[in-house]
């Protein structure tokens, strides 16, 4: 572990920052649009199991450095004004993260999430009746399950070590009193709910657990809950055939189309000793969430909540997030629910998404200045997508594969010093080398697709990419969608996300 924390970046590295900006976007393709919203047609009407954005990096919070935070958001585009039932994970659904820490495409440590909803038929007496309310709260909401909660909505987490159905499993604990279930927060219903603006964040932190992880020696946090949605884009004039300048201002160029949304985030911090092998700092790191492969509709449901279908069978994957906009921009559409429900080890099936990818010469055809790299196969997005920049974040006995790959021994850098652009910003401790909230993963993902690596290899092919700057006539080109944020638009401490907007907002 020391050995870890002494780690020296190479000279080639440290020195061009901006060729790990290439790790970013292998998978981008060319294109960029909200991170992995609504990116398959089976989970677009899905969007309880619908993973939007996956995070991983050390911690910059004051005091937390040796360890990892993990961020999993799902149930894109929340309103709000989502009520009365408001946004809540899918008590038949099994949510996961997975740690790959040695390198070959498998996952070696995985955090399954599984969720349950229980009404407490909260009444009111009307005439010589007792009339159950249609409200998830009856007053105003203070504590941990107060009596005012019309609805509980409760998870438990394990840990698998070794194959994600077939590895040994234990519960992680809360270190006040053992118990193995945890109470989520209700979303944020409304200022008046929570006694005032500040109300929420007061009653949401009394959610963020310490918890006892079985076979490591350290304790972790949890926090699971809703959130303020993190990711920035100007999604719908991208949609629109790319309906922007791309060269134009990086910062306030065009309005956040998610500023206005909530999102729901499994949070979890862990120790680096816990999720590192012995003599490998860069882990691989990915979400999912499955579901039973039957289900049939109950006809006459009962009053649980989650009564009005039976479910059966075994586990099916259904969606799948590691690296932002993958799914969305580099796989086609007819692969999109195959891509959601594969495993890493099988990305071979994909690689020629990477290596012959549509979307650089969509950006061609609409932007004739900006051309399209010559070179195929694109082996610059292979050494980005599957394997990671060799002395940044690949693993010593990698095997080709999509997730995101963070080398935990390269310090992180506080808020204050942070670079949104992460590697190519010359902050190492960005993406792609792991990512954090306020990382542009669209810029970067910008011009790496377009040939920022082949640029930045040089006439020599110093990074050994199998391209160069010839081959990429755009490949310096500044492009950008427009919106950009920095660590001072999050909070610096876990779970670094910002409270969710409340139900009471009124955006006009």
Not at 33 to 46: D, L, T
Not at 470 to 484: F, I, K, N, S
Request: charged share 20%; hydrophobic share 35%.
């Amino acid at each position: 572990m020391n050995d870890f924390l002494n780690y020296k970046v190479p000279p080639g590295i440290a020195k061009i920052g901006a060729i790990s900006l290439a790790v970013a976007v292998a998978m981008a393709g060319g294109n960029a649009n909200a991170s992995s919203h609504r990116e398959g047609p089976y989970v677009a009407m899905q969007p309880a199991v619908d993973g939007t954005d996956f995070y991983m990096f050390r911690s910059y919070e004051e005091g937390r450095q040796n360890y990892v935070t993990f961020l999993a958001n799902y149930i894109p585009f929340q309103d709000p004004q989502g009520g009365p039932n408001f946004y809540q994970f899918d008590p038949d659904a099994l949510y996961e993260m997975h740690i790959d820490n040695n390198g070959d495409a498998k996952e070696d440590l995985t955090f399954q999430f599984r969720f349950d909803n229980t009404s407490k038929g909260i009444a009111l007496p009307v005439g010589d009746k007792q009339v159950g309310i249609p409200l998830i709260n009856a007053g105003v909401v203070e504590g941990v399950n107060p009596d005012t909660l019309n609805v509980r909505e409760t998870f438990k987490v394990d840990v698998v070590r070794g194959g994600r159905r077939v590895g040994s499993r234990e519960p992680l604990t809360n270190m006040k009193g053992g118990d193995t279930t945890f109470d989520k927060p209700v979303d944020n219903i409304g200022d008046k709910s929570f006694g005032g603006a500040a109300g929420y964040e007061n009653y949401a932190e009394q959610h963020i657990y310490t918890v006892a992880i079985p076979g490591c020696s350290e304790p972790g946090r949890l926090f699971v809950g809703q959130r303020k949605e993190p990711f920035y884009i100007a999604v719908g004039k991208i949609f629109d055939l790319i309906n922007l300048n791309p060269l134009g201002p990086e910062l306030n160029g065009n309005p956040n189309d998610l500023e206005n949304k909530n999102i729901s985030t499994l949070a979890l911090e862990l120790p680096i000793a816990c999720v590192t092998s012995s003599d490998e700092p860069v882990i691989g790191g990915y979400t999912t969430a499955s579901q039973r492969q039957v289900r049939i509709l109950n006809p006459e449901p009962d009053a649980k909540l989650n009564s009005a279908a039976f479910h059966a069978g075994a586990w099916s994957q259904v969606s799948r997030l590691g690296m932002p906009l993958v799914n969305e921009v580099v796989i086609g559409l007819n692969d999109k629910n195959r891509f959601n429900s594969s495993r890493p080890s099988g990305d071979g099936s994909f690689a020629t998404y990477v290596t012959n990818p549509t979307l650089p010469a969509l950006v061609q055809s609409l932007f004739p200045s900006a051309l399209a790299p010559t070179n195929f196969p694109r082996t610059d997005l292979v050494t980005a997508f599957l394997t990671g920049v060799e002395g940044l974040n690949q693993p010593r006995n990698v095997v080709a594969s999509e997730m995101l790959r963070l080398n935990t021994a390269i310090e992180p850098t506080r808020a204050q010093g942070q670079s949104a652009l992460g590697v190519a910003g010359n902050d190492l401790a960005g993406f792609p080398n792991g990512r954090r909230p306020a990382d542009d993963v669209v810029d970067v993902s910008l011009r790496v697709a377009m040939g920022a690596l082949c640029v930045l290899t040089g006439n020599d092919d110093m990074f050994k990419v199998g391209c160069r700057p010839a081959d990429a006539p755009a490949g310096a080109l500044a492009l950008t969608d427009g919106v950009r944020k920095d660590a001072g638009d999050f909070l610096p401490r876990f779970p670094y996300l910002l409270s969710p907007i409340p139900g009471s907002f009124n955006s006009r």
